[in-house]
């Protein structure tokens, strides 16, 4: 297991906690094989004499080949056994853009399982139209004694699926995930998944989520996803929940979670987060947009006992989600914590309509908020709440602003009216500044800044960009004498 760690301290603001997977580039010649609904699995597989099933072709390939599979639809539950090779991916896609759906004709499936393979792509494909509990899209796992990884999930499509048929109610232990990982070995940990340009929508996931990692995974990248109308949470990295035995291995770790766009992931019977980093460590949240769930970005630690460490989330938006926008919540004093986590340079708008605040902090520890910019019109809602469970809170040179004459900042138990009345009873935020900040529109959710924005220029001085940090718009990061407040920088 690799953990690699780093402080809040404000020297270090910006530090990666790993470095997303990249595969190798391959030139090898690749074995073209052919799929049609028309076709016949005693046929050679070749363009004119295809195969007909997509589980026939992918038991009989070899490393290098590529299976091409034309359009139509296909009631088939798909186990992937067969394993690439560092230069010789296994290619699993649709033949010349056609659209391919892989459906479970209303029915509990598990759509396509890659269990213990490695070097795998799968590219371009829907599935859809499944209904009953432990349905699943797509789902990495393991064998029992091998791992996945090396796995490449692009531009494919998962929707319709149901974990039951009500809307308004989930019973327990109902589940249907749009893509799977989970690492139920205690010594071997799937590694080098990359989750890319998905689109997973009109789903109800019930207790699970849109896109989930949980258990012995170590390496990930999640990016350019859209997820949309779920169900529950968008996109979830966990741990502590006994998907591996040994507590030592058992949470997702090492992973970036960058440029998604995820929406309205509500659950009718508990809170649903756009991105939700729950018992996960040392993963990195950027650049994504999380806006009309229930909340926006979280970072939490469900199991009693446990905590979850170094996690960085920078460079966000979240708006219009109906609990806090951004929320470092341990959920509980019995010992679960959030350690050295950063919240830097994010932008949160009109989150919070009716309870905590654009940014909400429970039960952390040595934690670092700076550079952010948070904005409430709510009357009577909260811009920030703080409870009183939290040791050495770092938060300085943000910027606050509610075009509401009530506003409230909740600070263990105390709430305070003026922004003046927060800093002088709590000594945070004495850095940090109070005004509109002058975004570009945000009728349109232009966040950008204007170019009078007294966010521009008036960050923390002492704060270094990280290797490669960009802003949202993959602008170099720091302009200036200072780093700008937000997650725009003004060129």
């Known amino acids: 297991m690799m953990i690699i760690l780093f402080s809040c301290s404000s020297s270090s603001i910006g530090e990666e906690p790993i470095n997303p997977p990249v595969p190798p580039a391959s030139s090898v010649e690749k074995s073209e094989y052919y799929v049609s609904t028309t076709g016949n699995d005693e046929n050679p597989?070749?363009?004119?004499?295809?195969?007909?099933?997509?589980?026939k072709a992918v038991t009989t390939v070899t490393p290098g080949c590529v299976v091409n599979i034309m359009g139509g639809t296909y009631y088939e539950e798909i186990k992937v056994t067969v394993s690439g090779t560092a230069d010789k991916y296994i290619v699993i896609k649709n033949y010349n853009d056609e659209e391919v759906?892989?459906?479970?004709?209303?029915?509990?499936?598990?759509?396509?399982?890659?269990n213990g393979v490695s070097y795998i792509k799968v590219k371009g494909l829907t599935f859809a139209d499944c209904l009953g509990s432990y349905s699943v899209g797509i789902k990495i796992s393991t064998t029992s004694d091998e791992a996945s990884h090396h796995i490449e999930i692009e531009s494919n499509t998962i929707r319709n699926l149901y974990a039951n048929a009500t809307a308004t109610v989930y019973p327990p232990n109902v589940y249907a995930g749009g893509i799977t990982v989970a690492g139920y070995l205690d010594s071997k940990a799937i590694h080098d998944i990359i989750i890319r340009e998905n689109t997973v929508k009109d789903c109800r996931t019930g207790w699970t989520e849109a896109i989930s990692v949980t258990g012995n995974v170590d390496g990930f990248l999640i990016t350019?996803?859209?997820?949309?109308?779920?169900?529950?949470?968008?996109i979830d990295a966990s741990g502590h929940w006994g998907i591996s035995k040994n507590p030592a291995t058992d949470f997702a770790r090492n992973g970036v979670i960058s440029e998604n766009?995820?929406?309205?992931?509500?659950?009718?019977?508990?809170?649903?987060?756009?991105?939700?980093?729950?018992?996960?460590?040392?993963?990195?949240v950027e650049k994504n947009i999380s806006h009309n769930n229930v909340y926006g970005i979280t970072v939490g630690c469900e199991r009693a006992n446990n905590f979850v460490t170094n996690n960085i989330?920078?460079?966000?938006?979240?708006?219009?989600?109906?609990?806090?926008?951004?929320?470092?919540?341990?959920?509980?004093?019995?010992?679960?914590?959030?350690?050295?986590?950063?919240?830097?340079?994010?932008?949160?708008?009109?989150?919070?309509?009716?309870?905590?605040?654009?940014?909400?902090i429970y039960s952390t520890e040595n934690t670092t908020i700076k550079n952010n910019i948070f904005y409430s019109t709510h009357a009577n809602s909260n811009l920030l709440?703080?409870?009183?469970?939290?040791?050495n809170l770092d938060m300085n040179f943000n910027h606050y602003y509610s075009s509401s004459p009530d506003v409230k900042f909740y600070w263990k138990g105390s709430i305070f009216s003026t922004f003046e009345q927060y800093k002088q009873n709590t000594g945070c935020d004495l850095a940090s500044a109070f005004?509109?900040?002058?975004?570009?529109?945000?009728?349109v959710f232009d966040f950008q800044l204007q170019s009078t924005s007294p966010c521009i220029d008036t960050g923390d001085p002492a704060y270094t960009p990280a290797e490669n940090e960009l802003d949202f718009n993959h602008n170099p990061r720091k302009v200036g004498a200072c780093i700008d407040k937000g997650a725009y920088e003004k060129q």
């Not at 759906?101 to 890659?114: A, F, H, T, V």
């Not at 350019?224 to 968008?234: H, L, P, R, S």
């Not at 995820?262 to 990195?284: F, M, Q, R, T, W």
């Open 101 to 114: 759906i892989i459906s479970g004709n209303n029915k509990p499936r598990e759509l396509m399982n890659l």
């Open 45 to 55: 597989g070749t363009l004119t004499s295809p195969w007909r099933t997509i589980q």
């Open 261 to 284: 766009h995820v929406s309205y992931c509500k659950s009718p019977v508990e809170g649903g987060a756009g991105i939700y980093l729950d018992g996960s460590s040392n993963i990195l």
């Open 224 to 234: 350019k996803n859209v997820v949309t109308n779920t169900g529950n949470i968008g």
């Open 385 to 391: 709440y703080v409870d009183d469970s939290h040791l």
């Open 435 to 443: 005004s509109n900040p002058l975004f570009i529109d945000t009728e």
């Open 313 to 360: 989330i920078r460079n966000n938006i979240c708006y219009h989600n109906e609990g806090f926008g951004i929320g470092l919540m341990g959920w509980s004093p019995e010992g679960r914590i959030i350690k050295n986590c950063q919240v830097v340079n994010n932008t949160t708008f009109e989150n919070a309509k009716d309870r905590l605040g654009e940014i909400a």
